[in-house]
């Protein structure tokens, strides 16, 4: 686990270890190696031993992002790291003040071209989903919006409830509580279906944006060159796991959607993110040294 204990990520992957060390008859151990966004955990694994016995959960920043965001990373996610299966996709969902005047994505987009350069959107730093989220709409709608990069999220959700700010992409679960107790205006949810917790909320592609889909997904991945056979027996496994009562729950209880599938589909999955991020960082001009 690339990043640090008690986070909606380290949740999962604790429910996912105890289903399977009970039918794999052994214990499994989730040990936690945050830092460098997730980066030194992800060459941890990358430079495991490939005997199925050194797994990684991780999200789309250290396998999808940061290859293009970083002018260079310790480890290539398609050529050290080995699919197994995606657990979970965590949109996000699109926020406004409630002081700006729009209901709909279509009014916002309006807005901007109107003012260019006024709205802002706040992020919980450079590159990571609330920012690219962010720069991806930019693009695709063809709007001048400004990046406000805060510390974290929960800083950016206060300034966004506060009126500092004009909008922002944010976590299904973290905006919850504020839309539901009306204190922000939610526009749009950024996957490819409404979720079941906001059911009136359309998603972008609805709203005007088709194809735009964006999430904060989490796999797991073995070291390259892990045996054929074990990888089947793992995502055989991590597929069954996915259907458990308890595991839905923990993944739905984040805003999140459960994954599934074979090897192959989550890796023809990495390769579609790796490319649709490597655009819009390009055009975003982003970069982290």
């Known amino acids: 686990m690339p990043y640090v204990a008690g986070g909606a990520a380290d949740i999962t992957a604790r429910v996912i270890a105890a289903h399977m060390g009970k039918t794999l008859k052994g214990t499994l151990v989730v040990e936690n190696k945050p830092g460098a966004n997730g980066m030194i955990g992800t060459d941890f694994v990358a430079k495991a031993a490939p005997d199925g016995y050194t797994l990684l959960l991780d999200a789309s920043g250290p396998l999808v992002v940061n290859p293009s965001l970083y002018k260079k990373t310790p480890y290539d996610p398609l050529k050290d790291l080995a699919p197994v299966i995606l657990i979970e996709n965590s949109p996000l969902v699109l926020s406004v003040n409630n002081e700006l005047p729009v209901k709909t994505l279509a009014d ?3 807005m901007a071209k109107k003012q260019p350069g006024k709205l802002s ?13 962010g720069e991806m709409f930019r693009e695709q709608a063809k709007i001048d919006i400004v990046h406000v990069p805060y510390k974290g999220g929960s800083l950016a959700a206060t300034d966004l409830m506060g009126g500092h700010i004009s909008m922002m992409f944010e976590m299904g679960y973290s905006a919850l509580p504020a839309i539901q107790g009306k204190k922000i205006h939610p526009i749009a949810v950024t996957s490819a279906q409404r979720l079941a917790v906001l059911p ?16 904060n997904w989490q796999g797991i991945v073995a070291p390259a060159g892990t045996p054929a056979p074990i990888i089947a027996k793992l995502n055989a496994e991590l597929n069954r796991i996915l259907k458990e009562a308890d595991v839905q729950k923990a993944i739905a209880d984040t805003g999140s959607q459960a994954g599934g599938g074979t090897p192959e589909e989550f890796g023809a999955f990495i390769k579609s993110e790796t490319a649709k991020w490597a655009h819009v960082i390009k055009a975003g001009n982003i970069q982290l040294q």
């Open 121 to 133: 959107f706040g992020s919980s730093g450079v590159g990571g989903a609330h920012h690219l989220s």
């Open 200 to 215: 009136d909320v359309p998603t972008m592609a609805e709203s005007g944006l088709p194809g735009f889909e964006s999430y």
């Open 108 to 110: 916002l987009i309006a």
